[in-house]
Each structure stands twice: as structure tokens, then as C-alpha cells.
């Protein structure tokens, strides 16, 4: 039992490290502005999500961030947290449909597509009403009127964050249809020589 | 980039800085970041810049080593003075640039945000160029200490912080390795539709995850033999403690910040 939890620790770990490792090759958008970012890093995330439960998805994003923090030196704590939030609000309902329902492609199709609605639209609400004032008041920006604002949140931040859960969901579809059945072996044979 | 993932930004010179106790420092920042914002006149500015200075210079660390640490926000430092220059529009016009005016409000106002933006990055960086990621990680399981009482997991946090901090450079070389080894057997990352480049991450991500799962298997094995058992009475290596150089910097900081306070505008 102990071993088991000890294992899915360390796991937890693991992913989060390589989330951090894929975070750092990003890459920008074209037609996007450039601080908008696409990562792979949220394949881990839905990776722990999906084998364990979602609070694992949960701290594997925790980890990632907290690591992204300690190894580029905390010049963007806003941008930190905004990343961990725009996580959870992609890998939660993903999750969510994943483990409430019969797990099959079609219900990790629809997740997935819940997610990446919920985070487009979470994220433009976080960034109008919270991230876009919070980056305004830590920088000193003249403040945006509702209109830049409403810009800023239309043309940037909803149309990314769809992309965005659209490409991971191109990716993980197929990776997590790779790696479950092995997973599944895996898991069977370990049980019996525990 | 394989050198910022191997050591983060830790530079080594064992001065005062290095060897403070890290929670002391990561509080002392954590406060300079609120109380810079109360800062508004020269007095209480200066008094905040002396600190984050002087604390510069006590770490010994090579000026170029901080201005790298500096550089992705350069850009923004300087954006932001532009922009202020052009957009605040109060006092006297001082100036014209390109035919638009610029203001002698606007200059100040510039001035000063640019002023505490630098401070804030300068100090934060100071934390990881004067601390190992391992020690940040120790000093955030004390922090998180109290988060106990309602079940909050904060060894196994700090556990899983270790190991991942552990596992990083390894991981790293493995993606090299990996996209390597597909490389040469015909995967092509760089050329192609845009939907076939990112298809192409899965041949990388695989072996990747597999790797990794196999290796927590052997980790948990190894540790157990070894009689791990959790964070309930776990003895530790390095004890961090907070000693007279740490209360010295706190009085400091305390000192500092109090006289800022008092010297800043109230009208």
C-alpha cells in the first residue's frame, strides 16, 4: 500500500520536472503577440491527471510552476500564477469527465474540449477583472481603459488559450491511447509481485 | 539553457548573503515587495534602493552575472519609462520628441516606477543568485510548516520538490538523447505543416514518460530499502537556523523599511 503511494510521489515528481523541462521549450504564435507563449507542459499535468486523480494533476502543476520560479528567478510572479490557473481550469474538467464517466476516447475528446472552452473563457475573465489590473499596478502602466482592455482579452487571450487546448489536445490524444496500455499492464504486474 | 537547468542561477561566492539562513531572506523579500509600494518621495525611495544596493554589494557577485539575471526584463524596464514619457501628461511641457511633448510630470512619474520595478526584479533575483534551489525548497517546507495543522502535505511537497529538482538535468539530457535517437530514425521536427511539426512531439514524449515512470518505480523500491517512511520524525542533513547574522539583516531590514515609513509623504 505504502509502496504504491510512495511510487505515485515519486511519479508526481517526475512529471512535474518534465513539465518544467517542456515549459521551457515554448514557443511563440504568429499573429499572436509574443508574451503569449505555447508550451507543451500541460501533458504531463493531464498525464498525473487522467492515471491518478485530479489533486495529482493539481500538484504536478504546483511543481512546475514553483520550479519555473526558482530556476528563472521570480521576475514574473503574476505570469506564474496566471500559467498555474490557466492549468487547472484545462485540466480539471478534463479530468472531471474522465473519471465521472466511462473512460474512452470519445469522453477524453469532449474533456478536452470542455476544458479548452473553460480556459479560454476563464482566462479572459481572470486577465479583464485581475491579471491585466494586477501587471498594470505591479509595472505602473497607465491604467487600460475597458476598451484596451476588451482588445487585449479578444484578440489575445481567448483566441490563444483556444489554440492552445487545441494543440495539446492534437498531441495527447493519441500519446495517452499509446501510453495507457502499458500503463495498464504495468500497474497489473506490480500488483502481484507486491 | 542546459546551464540554467543544471545550476539555476546559483552563482557561489559564500559571501554574508549566501550563507543567511534562506527563509530569513525570502521573508525579508517578501516584505520589501509590499512595503516598496508605500514608497513616495525621494527620502522613502532612496532609503528602499540603499537597501536592495547594499544588499547587492554584500553578495559579491559579479556584476555580470546579476545584469544576466536582469535581462529578459531590461525590455520592460525601459518599456515602461517610454511609455509613461509619452502617455502621462501632467506639469509643464519640458520638451518636444518627434513633435510630441513631453511633460515634466511624465518624466518623474517614469522615473519612478521604472525606479521600483528594478528594485523589485534586482532584490527577487537576489534570492536565486545567492541561494541553491535545494535550500529554497528546505526553507519553503519551514515556511509551509504551520499549513500543517490542516492536513496540508507539506513534506511531501517538499519531497516532491527535491526529487524533481534532482531529476531535472537528468531529464534534460534524456530529451536530448531521445530526440536524437528519433532524429535519426527519419522524425522531423523542424520542417512540414504545422499540424505534422507538433504531431512530432510524440515519438519524443513516449519513451520520455515511460523512462520516467519506470524510474519512479526504482526510486520508491530503492528508498524503502532504505527504510524511508515519510516526513513523521525524519532527521535532516543540513538543520536550517536562524543565527546572528540573520537577526543583524532582519534589524536591517526592519530599520530601513520603519524610516521609510516615517519619511514618506502623508498629505
Known amino acids: 500500500m505504502r509502496s504504491s503511494n510512495l511510487t505515485k510521489t515519486i511519479t508526481i515528481a517526475l512529471m512535474g520536472a ?16 509574443a508574451y503569449l507563449k505555447i508550451d507543451f507542459s500541460e501533458v504531463p499535468v493531464l498525464l498525473a491527471a487522467l492515471l491518478f486523480s485530479p489533486i495529482a494533476g493539481v500538484a504536478v502543476e504546483a511543481i512546475k510552476n514553483l520550479l519555473y520560479l526558482i530556476f528563472t528567478g521570480a521576475g514574473d510572479p503574476v505570469g506564474v500564477v496566471a500559467n498555474f490557473l490557466a492549468g487547472m481550469m484545462f485540466v480539471l474538467p478534463v479530468a472531471y469527465f474522465y473519471h465521472k464517466f466511462k473512460a ?44 484596451a482592455k476588451w482588445l487585449a482579452v479578444t484578440a489575445g487571450i481567448v483566441p490563444f488559450n483556444l489554440i492552445k487546448g487545441i494543440i495539446i489536445a492534437i498531441v495527447f490524444v493519441p500519446l ?17 509481485a507486491a | 539553457m542546459n546551464n540554467l537547468l543544471i545550476v539555476g542561477q ?11 539562513d534562506p527563509r530569513v531572506k525570502m521573508l525579508i523579500i517578501f516584505f520589501y515587495v509590499i512595503f516598496i509600494f508605500f514608497a513616495n518621495n525621494v527620502i522613502s525611495y532612496g532609503l528602499f534602493t540603499l537597501f536592495a ?56 512619474q517614469g522615473a519612478v516606477i521604472s525606479l521600483r520595478f528594478f528594485l523589485l526584479i534586482l532584490l527577487t533575483s537576489l534570492l536565486t543568485l545567492t541561494t541553491t534551489p535545494i535550500e529554497i525548497t528546505d526553507a519553503v517546507e519551514s515556511l509551509l510548516g504551520p499549513l ?54 510524440i515519438p519524443l514524449l513516449v519513451p520520455l514518460f515511460v523512462s520516467a515512470f519506470k524510474r519512479a518505480e526504482e526510486l520508491a523500491m530503492a528508498m524503502e530499502a532504505r527504510g524511508y517512511r515519510g516526513g513523521e520524525g525524519r532527521t535532516k542533513l543540513r538543520e536550517l537556523r536562524v543565527v546572528k547574522r540573520d537577526v543583524a539583516a532582519l534589524v536591517c ?3 530601513i523599511t520603519a524610516a521609510a515609513l516615517i519619511t514618506r509623504d502623508y498629505s
Open chain 1, 18 to 33: 518534465i513539465s518544467m523541462v517542456l515549459m521551457l521549450l515554448n514557443f511563440p504564435l504568429p499573429l499572436l503577440p
Open chain 1, 104 to 147: 474512452s476516447k470519445r469522453t477524453l475528446v469532449s474533456g478536452l474540449a470542455t476544458g479548452t472552452v473553460v480556459m479560454a473563457i476563464g482566462m479572459g475573465l481572470l486577465n479583464y477583472f485581475v491579471i491585466l489590473p494586477l501587471y498594470i499596478m505591479f509595472a505602473g502602466y497607465p491604467s487600460m481603459g475597458p476598451e
Open chain 1, 176 to 192: 495517452f491511447a499509446k501510453l495507457k496500455p502499458w500503463f495498464a499492464k504495468r500497474k497489473r504486474s506490480g500488483s502481484t
Open chain 2, 10 to 20: 546559483y552563482v557561489p561566492t559564500n559571501s554574508i548573503v549566501h550563507r543567511m
Open chain 2, 53 to 108: 544596493l547594499g544588499s547587492t554589494i554584500l553578495t559579491k557577485v559579479p556584476r555580470r552575472f546579476i545584469a544576466k539575471g536582469l535581462t529578459p526584463v531590461w525590455f520592460l524596464i525601459v518599456f515602461t519609462f517610454i511609455l509613461h514619457l509619452f502617455v502621462t501628461r501632467e506639469g509643464f511641457v519640458l520638451f518636444h520628441v518627434f513633435g510630441l511633448p513631453i511633460y515634466s510630470g511624465a518624466l518623474e
Open chain 2, 148 to 201: 500543517r495543522r490542516f492536513k496540508f502535505p507539506v513534506h511531501e511537497l517538499a519531497l516532491m520538490m527535491s526529487i524533481s529538482l534532482r531529476f531535472i538535468p537528468t531529464l534534460l539530457q534524456e530529451t536530448e538523447k531521445i530526440s536524437n535517437a528519433q532524429a535519426s530514425r527519419g522524425v522531423d521536427f523542424r520542417t512540414g505543416p504545422f499540424r505534422e511539426r507538433v504531431r512530432a512531439v
Open chain 2, 253 to 255: 531590514f526592519i530599520v
